[in-house]
């Protein structure tokens, strides 16, 4: 039996290499909580809980994670046997309702740890398997300037590391923001596929006519324009509309999911394994997608290496995924906190293939961006000096 031994959780704050503009937040930086366990075997397992702008996106924000870890979710595992993950994880569900964030860096951890045991890479021990070692990777335009962002999806073509962009837009009236892609759309053509992001922040009378107009000036896929949960109306949206909507916000795991398919309420699913509740149901939104002819996407809440890396290992299961991935978090931050830096690169992510995450962490870089890093000790001055 592998008991915990020791876990440490803390929040770890990397600015943005540019400010990132959504349509309920800037963002200037990044907020990661970062749990490290180590269990009676001496194996270290490493996970992530990561959401965006505070409070602003969900209702989890990095202070709520590291807390529901520490007071009542490592209690629990005080009480289990970590080599069995699917166990674990089930009374961890038993005492702990909703948390999805905090409960995805611990499935994250525990998923590296098992992985470290078996000598296998993560991706092989979520639903059947591994069948991809890359993944296409999106970049999201977002600085609020559509120069910029044009000269940005420029730069990025020509370094062959992105062709598929998402603008986020939803900030301003609907037909400037649809000025706005479509500027975007002219200048980068055939060369790449333009996608937006509302991020709910549209009513449905405007999505029905944004949504139209996105089409006409070639936007590709219209992700969550309404609130997410108002399913008849994306449902209403997604039957009157050539352009594909996506549920992002909506998705909060396998029963959601079932209830959108049911409904009709979406051509595409967003999966992101945090909003999920970890990496065995990302699994299960993703079967249900399949089963229902439901595009796949592999969504980001732009999280750094450890997050992103235990989202490819789920994405890396996934037969179809016709629409890609948007795992480009640690590309928007201005330091990689891990050792090796991530395999990008021909417009896709590498899946790392050591066992379990197949990742380590750059102690310097972590100890430097911790939130309760300890100032540098002053050198005592002596008289005289
Ligand atoms: C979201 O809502 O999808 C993903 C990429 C990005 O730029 O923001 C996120 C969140
Ligand atoms: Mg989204």
């Not at 070692?133 to 609020?144: C, E, R």
Request: aromatic share 4%; charged share 20%; hydrophobic share 45%.
């Amino acid at each position: 039996m592998a008991t915990l031994s020791h876990s440490d959780t803390f929040i770890v704050d990397v600015p943005t290499i540019r400010p990132h503009v959504l349509a309920m937040a800037t963002m200037h930086g990044q907020s990661m909580v970062i749990v490290r366990l180590t269990d009676t075997d001496g194996i270290e397992g490493i996970g992530e809980g990561t959401t965006i702008g505070g409070l602003s996106y969900g209702e989890e924000s990095p202070e709520s994670i590291k807390l529901a870890i520490d007071t009542y979710i490592i209690p629990v595992l005080e009480a289990c046997d970590l080599a069995q993950v699917g166990a674990t994880m089930a009374k961890v569900a038993e005492c702990v309702r909703g948390n999805h964030f905090a409960k995805c860096a611990i499935e994250t951890a525990l998923l590296d740890m098992a992985g470290k045991r078996l000598g296998i890479p993560t991706s092989e021990l979520i639903g059947g398997g591994r069948v991809r070692d890359s993944l296409p990777v999106a970049w999201t335009l977002a600085s609020g300037d559509t120069a910029r962002d044009i000269g940005e999806g420029e730069e990025m073509l020509d370094r062959r590391r992105h062709r598929i962009f998402k603008l986020k837009i939803g900030k301003r009236a609907v037909r400037d923001d649809v000025a706005h892609v479509g500027a975007i759309c002219k200048a980068l053509g055939d060369r790449a596929s333009v996608r937006v992001d509302v991020n709910q922040n549209w009513s449905e009378a405007q999505a029905k006519i944004g949504m139209a107009m996105l089409h006409d000036v070639g936007c590709d896929l219209v992700e969550q324009p309404i609130a997410g949960d108002a399913i008849a109306a994306m449902a209403r949206l997604s039957k009157g509309q050539v352009v594909p909507l996506m549920a992002d916000e909506a998705l909060n795991g396998p029963r959601s999911a079932m209830r959108i398919a049911s409904a009709g309420g979406a051509g595409v699913f967003a999966l992101k394994i945090a909003q999920s509740g970890g990496l065995f149901a990302t699994a299960q939104v993703a079967a249900i997608g399949m089963a229902a002819g439901i595009g796949l996407y592999g969504g980001t809440m732009l999280e750094g290496g450890v997050g992103t890396v235990a989202s490819a290992h789920v994405f890396a299961t996934l037969p179809e995924l016709a629409w890609g991935t948007e795992l480009f978090g640690p590309l928007l931050q201005v330091e990689d906190i891990l050792r090796e830096p991530l395999g990008y690169g021909d417009f896709s992510l590498a899946v790392p293939t050591g066992p379990g995450l197949g990742i380590a962490f750059d102690e310097d870089k972590l100890a430097h961006f911790r939130r309760d890093r300890k100032a540098p000790a002053l050198h005592a001055v002596t008289a005289g000096a």
